[in-house]
């Protein structure tokens, strides 16, 4: 069991990118359920797009650099 470790750290990088497919998908369904609602198409939906996309960036460029930084700590030193 010496690649638990590794195992559970590909389904945490996995899971948060689901996560961050929700965080684009989830305000462009509350954009356009409110824009039926409130009669203001595509206002709303425009803002939900945005947002979602901004948001999910954000969180992609963050997971992103956490890879780097755990690959470059599992990674021997060089020797000079």
């Known amino acids: 069991m010496p690649d638990q470790p590794s195992k559970n750290r590909a389904w945490g990088y996995a ?5 961050i497919g929700m965080e684009m998908f989830v305000p ?7 824009d039926n609602w409130l009669g203001t198409a595509p ?3 425009i ?3 945005l947002l979602g ?3 999910g ?4 460029i963050a997971l992103v650099n956490k890879m ?8 021997p030193p ?3």
């Open 15 to 19: 899971l948060a990118l689901s996560q």
């Open 28 to 34: 462009i369904v509350i954009g356009v359920l409110l």
């Open 43 to 45: 206002w709303i939906l």
């Open 47 to 49: 803002v939900g797009v």
């Open 53 to 55: 996309l901004f948001g």
């Open 57 to 60: 960036l954000l969180h992609l």
């Open 68 to 75: 780097e930084r755990a690959a470059k700590a599992d990674q």
């Open 78 to 80: 060089k020797a000079p």
